[in-house]
C-alpha cells in the first residue's frame, strides 16, 4: 500500500518553461526563436552534466554557460559566457516568481491530510528553497520532507537520495511513489530504488533507458485524477 507521494520540483509542481521564455522576451523582445525547443535544450544539455557540478568537476557557472551557450547555438543564436551568465540572473529573477496551479494547491491540500508528502529536487540548496518558497510548497510538505541534492552530496538518479527518504520517513520502498518529469533522473531514479513511479510526461518525452514506470500521464489533469486513485487505495 503506498502511504508517501514524493514529488519532483522543477517542470513538474510548475511550468519550467514559463520563467525562460520570460527571461528571453525581457533580454531580447525584438527576437523571435522556437523558446519550447531552446528550453528543451537547456535541460538536456543541463542534465548532461549536472553530476559533474555536483562533485564539483564543474561549477555552477560553468555549467549555466554550457547549458545555455550550447542550447541557443542549437537555435541560431550565439552567446558568449558572460550573456549566459546574464541569462542564467534574469531566469533566476523569474523563478522567484513562480506559482502552481489552483488546481495542484488544492489538491496538496486535499491530498495532505491523507498521505505524506515529500520532495526530491536536484539543484544548489538556495535556488531550490527560493522556489519551494515562491511555490508556497511547505503549506502543505513539510520542511523535513524536502530532499535537495545540493545539502546531500547525492542527486537523482542516484539511489542514495531515495534511500534518505526511506530512513527520514520510516517507509519501506514499495510504500512510496514518486513523481516527476524527467525519465532519466525521476522514473529511472525512482525505479532504480524500488519506488512507485508516475512518469509526468507533459513534453512527450522518449524513454531513454529501460526503466518502466507504473503508470504515464501527459497533463496536470491525468495527474490529478491518478493521484487521487492512488491515494484512496485503489
Known amino acids: 500500500m503506498i502511504k508517501a507521494i514524493v514529488f519532483d520540483v522543477d517542470d513538474t509542481l510548475y511550468d519550467l518553461s514559463g520563467p525562460f521564455k520570460e527571461a528571453f522576451h525581457e533580454l ?25 557540478s555536483l562533485s564539483g568537476e564543474m561549477s555552477m557557472e560553468d555549467m549555466y554557460v554550457y547549458r545555455f551557450q550550447n542550447a541557443f547555438h542549437d537555435y541560431g543564436k550565439n552567446m558568449d559566457a558572460q550573456e549566459a551568465l546574464h541569462f542564467q540572473e534574469i531566469y533566476e529573477k523569474h523563478q522567484h516568481m513562480i506559482h502552481m496551479t489552483e488546481a495542484m494547491q488544492e489538491f496538496l491540500k486535499e491530498l495532505s491530510d491523507k498521505m505524506v508528502l515529500g520532495i526530491i529536487t536536484n539543484g544548489p540548496s538556495g535556488h531550490q528553497w527560493d522556489k519551494i518558497r515562491a511555490l508556497e510548497a511547505t503549506r ?18 542516484e539511489r542514495r537520495i531515495f534511500e534518505l527518504v526511506q530512513e527520514k520517513l520510516k517507509l519501506q520502498p514499495q510504500e512510496f511513489c514518486y513523481v516527476g518529469d524527467s525519465y532519466e533522473n525521476d522514473m529511472e531514479g525512482a525505479k532504480g530504488a524500488g519506488w512507485n513511479a508516475i512518469w509526468y510526461n507533459h513534453r512527450n518525452h522518449r524513454p531513454t533507458g529501460s526503466a518502466e ?17 492512488v491515494a484512496s487505495g485503489e
Open 213 to 229: 514506470p507504473d503508470y504515464m500521464v501527459r497533463s496536470e489533469k491525468e495527474l490529478l485524477e491518478l493521484l487521487s486513485q
Open 28 to 52: 531580447y523582445p525584438l527576437e523571435e526563436l522556437d523558446l519550447e525547443g531552446a528550453f528543451l535544450a537547456s535541460r538536456r544539455y543541463s542534465d548532461s552534466v549536472y553530476a559533474k
Open 140 to 157: 502543505w510538505i513539510p520542511k523535513d520532507h524536502v530532499f535537495i541534492s545540493g545539502e546531500h552530496g547525492v542527486a537523482k538518479p
